[in-house]
């Protein structure tokens, strides 16, 4: 069965808990609440024993979670095990291995599966057989014209009363950030004292979230948003910002996904790479969809040009690197690693 993050509070209370559960989506603060929601009704319901397997990059042995599945438990007559799967794609063992558990599912085990991406194309007879004896959760990104309507959602729920001039003002403020944007009604529950929030007062209350730096600045070159890189770009100039006190994260990033382009070219084992690189769980489909937008050596040639960019900003050119507009540069630079048919161009 297939649930929206939205519904599945409501199912868990009105249910016993599922044999299996999938949580995928591109929105990584619901996939984490929709599964911290069926962590919390696990432990309600004595699963006292919670075992994580990570099936990031082609060495996983599946054979030892198909052991787990058989194993008696150690400490606790119930167990949940928790499966996750950054990519969306078990492959074909990984499959097996799921569908499986699904076909004699055991009474004391519980089976959660969460993932970054997910598309049709991601599903197949592993997630249908989640689905016959549990529930699959899609966690879709929330679309611009979709924030209003989910801050809105999120304010009932948490007791705050808001006008429409409230909600499109925080909707401003936050930019599409949910993770801030449920930072910030959280607070609005504990300051709003019970009474209807206006424009006026919403705007007193929380803080600047779309605020442009640098961290939010990479990250939307990484995730392919290149209109959004040139105006957050534009904002830090705007605000007084100089190109050489960005360059260091840029140089950062953008070395760190040459050095993991490098491992994935060669079928390294990127978990491996992500944790040498000190990428948290969260952040890794990040780095994931920019990786599958450029091949290895343009990531190489990136962080070349980063380094150029730095240079020129510094008033130190190479020979043969001209002293062009840093701004302008950067702005080429980001655009291009945010959108491949402009890679030609930096």
């Not at 950054?86 to 076909?103: D, L, N, Q, S």
């Not at 004896?133 to 929330?142: C, E, F, L, T």
């Not at 007084?240 to 990033?253: D, F, H, R, T």
Request: hydrophobic share 50%.
């Amino acid at each position: 069965m297939e649930l929206k993050p939205d519904r599945l509070a409501a199912q868990l209370a009105a249910e016993p808990l599922r044999p299996a559960y999938l949580v995928a989506g591109a929105e990584p603060l619901l996939v984490l609440e929709a599964a911290d929601a069926i962590r919390a009704r696990a432990r309600e319901a004595g699963f006292g024993e919670r075992e994580v397997f990570d099936a990031d990059g082609r060495d996983f042995d599946w054979n030892a979670l198909d052991a787990s599945f058989r194993a008696p438990s150690l400490f606790s007559a119930q167990r949940l095990l928790e499966l996750r799967l950054p990519t969306g794609r078990p492959g074909k063992e990984g499959a097996e291995v799921v569908a499986g558990y699904c076909a004699q599912p055991p009474g004391d085990i519980v089976l959660l599966v969460t993932a970054g991406d997910w598309s049709r194309q991601h599903g197949g007879k592993w997630s249908e057989a989640i689905a016959r004896i549990g529930h699959v959760v899609q966690a879709p990104q929330v679309r611009p014209h979709e924030l209003e309507g989910w801050l809105e959602s999120r304010l009932r729920q948490r007791g705050v009363r808001a006008d429409r001039g409230a909600v499109q003002r925080l909707a401003e403020r936050v930019q599409g950030n949910l993770l801030a944007a449920a930072q910030e009604v959280d607070k609005l529950a504990l300051l709003a004292d019970g009474d209807t929030v206006d424009a006026a007062r919403m705007e007193a209350l929380v803080a600047d979230a779309a605020r442009f730096d640098v961290f939010r600045l990479v990250d939307a070159a990484l995730n392919g948003q290149p209109a959004q890189a040139a105006r957050m770009l534009a904002g830090l100039r705007a605000e007084g910002e100089a190109v050489p006190a960005l360059m260091g994260m840029v140089v950062m990033e953008l070395n760190r996904v040459a050095a993991l382009a490098r491992v994935q070219a060669r079928g390294g084992n990127l978990a491996a790479e992500f944790k040498a690189q000190r990428v948290w769980d969260s952040k890794q489909a990040v780095y994931r969809r920019a990786l599958a937008r450029h091949p290895a050596p343009r990531w190489e040639r990136f962080a070349v040009l980063a380094g150029g960019v730095d240079r020129i900003a510094k008033g130190r050119p190479r020979l043969g690197e001209e002293p062009a507009d840093a701004w302008l540069a950067l702005e080429r630079l980001l655009v291009a690693v945010a959108e491949p048919k402009a890679a030609a161009l930096a």
